[in-house]
Structure formats: C-alpha cells, structure tokens
C-alpha cells in the first residue's frame, strides 16, 4: 500500500516562510494530479495549490504570488513553498495524489503548520 508522508509543519512567525515536502513511499504510476490541501476545525478541505501530469500548475487566489507547487518525480516527492505567511495560514496541510487507475486518490496524514507571533 502507497504510503504519502509530509513533513516540514511547524510554528512560524508573521512574514515566514516553510517548506513542506510530501514522500511517497513507492513510485506511483499514472498519476494524473498532485495538490496540496488544507483545512481548519469546522471548515471543509480546500485545495490550496495543485499540479498536472502535464506540470501545469494552479493556485487558490489567496495564496497565489506566495506558495509554489513543485515537484522531483526522481524522488517522488511534491513540494509546497511557502512564503509570507499570514496567520490566516494556519492549518494542517495535506497532499493527495490522484491516478488514473485505482485506487484512484491517495492521502497524507497532515503537517500541522501554525503561523503565529
């Protein structure tokens, strides 16, 4: 079973930056979609930033100019920077990796990240 771990979650100050990284733990085949996801207590997930087999990127408008989605298919990782954290950019982020076969979606567990002074 495909495992996806995150990683580089944490506390971070107004104006910061992070980087997470999402592993998997085998390569995944036809993959169609990766993103990267977040979500607060009480609110539904919400796409945050995504990539296309094609490298075609797509952000949600109020992290565009400050996250990048990028990706090294070598390592089988996705990666999410992101810079001039607000504190409205506090919740835990998760990636997921659509495929064109089942089982059709995989999940990370989630990285807390909290932006706070």
């Known amino acids: 079973q495909v495992q996806l771990v995150e990683s580089g979650g944490g506390l971070v100050q107004p104006g910061g930056s992070l980087r997470l990284s999402c592993a998997a733990s085998?390569?995944?085949?036809?993959?169609?979609?990766e993103g990267w996801y977040r979500q607060t207590p009480g609110k539904q997930r919400e796409l945050v930033a995504g990539i296309t087999s094609g490298g075609i990127t797509t952000y949600d408008e109020a992290v565009k100019g400050r996250f990048t989605i990028s990706r090294d298919n070598a390592k089988a990782t996705v990666y999410l920077q992101m810079n001039s954290l607000k504190p409205e950019d506090t919740a835990v982020y998760y990636c997921r990796v659509v495929t064109r076969v089942a089982p059709y979606h995989y999940w990370g567990q989630g990285t807390q990240v909290t932006v706070s002074s």
């Open positions: 085998e390569s995944i085949g036809s993959i169609n979609f």
